[in-house]
């Protein structure tokens, strides 16, 4: 928090070296009332001019946000508030307060207004979808044997899950945020829960998916949990690898922990993002091709398997395709 004294006769400022710094203004270097308004966007410098203003007239304390630019060129968001200080004879000779620099919490105000927006776009094309195939289903009511109802009732099947799956993501986005993601740990084969994540994309048949490795390997880890980490990456690797044919699966038991490994043949992953893609809401860029998602599945992911005490990563080369590993300790280890 950076405080100032404004000499509202004289525009000079007393501020504090964290008030200059941030502005932008290193220490030492002068820093007036003319000089903050120049810093501030067009677009709001007239609204923080009327409000001191305001503030000064009526002799109630002032407060905005506004964004500025600093020298350097980057933007900032700047929380102000003052407060109007008068003489004997009732007339105002100082603005004193203080500002902070707010730019983190606006940027992840506006990524969550984002968020809200892609959320309810993702919803809306099944459930718009499932809207049209019930529709239709109304006109077969008195047609129970009519050929198109199969058809209808695994479309309405197909957005059905759509809208599962999204519903899941964003509860377990929550359970996580609320510190309520619990684990129900068992010891199971790895080759259970290959099979289980596997068995969709296998029954589609669009995909070859191969097991190799050490499937008998046994984990300690919560089922449920861990078969979602492995549909996610398997889901990956069909989404955004669609002319890869071939997955391959693949775990490795050490002595102190299990590995496994989902690759893809896809067009893989720019170095520059992949240490963000497991944060949360981040999707990346792929050339104009869009594709559906939330950008939380591999944060869900990475948030399950560090509760396991275990690491999640990823291995990918432009054009050549991308593995997804993560491991579990070991219960004795
Ligand atoms: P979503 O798929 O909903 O966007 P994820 O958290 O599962 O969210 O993935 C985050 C981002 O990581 C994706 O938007 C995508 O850009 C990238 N990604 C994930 N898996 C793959 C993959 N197998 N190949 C290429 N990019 C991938």
């Known amino acids: 928090l950076g405080s100032y004294n404004r000499d509202l006769k004289t525009g000079k400022m007393d501020c504090s070296e964290t008030c200059k710094l941030n502005f932008g203004i290193s220490e030492g270097q002068q820093f007036n009332y003319e000089d903050l308004l120049r810093s501030i966007v067009p677009e709001h410098r007239d609204m923080v001019y009327q409000k001191v203003q305001k503030a000064i007239t009526t002799r109630t304390p002032y407060h905005s946000e506004y964004l500025i630019r600093w020298p350097d060129g980057s933007l900032h968001w700047i929380n102000a508030s003052g407060l109007p200080k008068y003489d004997a004879d009732g007339k105002a000779t100082h603005l004193i307060g203080v500002v902070a620099d707010i730019t983190k919490r606006k940027n992840y105000e506006s990524q969550k207004d984002d968020f809200l927006g892609i959320a309810s776009h993702e919803l809306k094309t099944p459930i718009t979808g499932l809207k049209g195939t019930i529709q239709l289903l109304e006109r077969f009511k008195d047609k129970a044997g009519h050929d198109m109802i199969p058809r209808l009732i695994d479309q309405s099947a197909v957005n059905l899950k759509k809208i599962v799956s999204l519903v899941d993501d964003l509860l377990n986005m929550h359970r996580i945020s609320e510190g309520q993601l619990y684990l129900e740990k068992s010891t199971f084969?790895?080759?259970?829960?290959?099979?289980?994540?596997?068995?969709?994309?296998?029954?589609?048949?669009?995909?070859?998916?191969?097991?190799?490795?050490?499937?008998?390997?046994?984990?300690?880890?919560?089922?449920?949990?861990?078969?979602q980490v492995l549909v996610n990456f398997v889901n990956n690797a069909v989404k955004y690898a669609p002319d890869s044919k071939e997955i391959n699966i693949v775990v490795k038991q050490l002595k102190n922990q299990v590995i496994v490994t989902v690759s893809d043949q896809g067009e893989g992953i720019d170095p520059a993002v992949q240490p963000f893609i497991f944060d949360r809401y981040y999707r990346a860029n792929h050339d104009g091709k869009s594709y559906s998602g939330l950008g939380l599945g591999?944060?869900?992911?990475?948030?399950?398997?560090?509760?396991?005490?275990?690491?999640?990563?990823?291995?990918?080369?432009?054009?050549?395709?991308?593995?997804?590993?993560?491991?579990?300790?070991?219960?004795?280890?």
């Open 189 to 227: 084969k790895a080759s259970k829960i290959l099979a289980s994540s596997c068995h969709n994309i296998i029954s589609q048949g669009t995909h070859q998916v191969y097991m190799t490795g050490d499937l008998d390997a046994p984990i300690c880890a919560d089922e449920q949990r861990l078969e």
């Open 298 to 333: 591999l944060y869900i992911s990475s948030e399950i398997i560090k509760k396991h005490g275990g690491q999640i990563g990823v291995k990918s080369t432009i054009g050549q395709g991308s593995s997804f590993w993560f491991s579990i300790p070991n219960p004795t280890a």
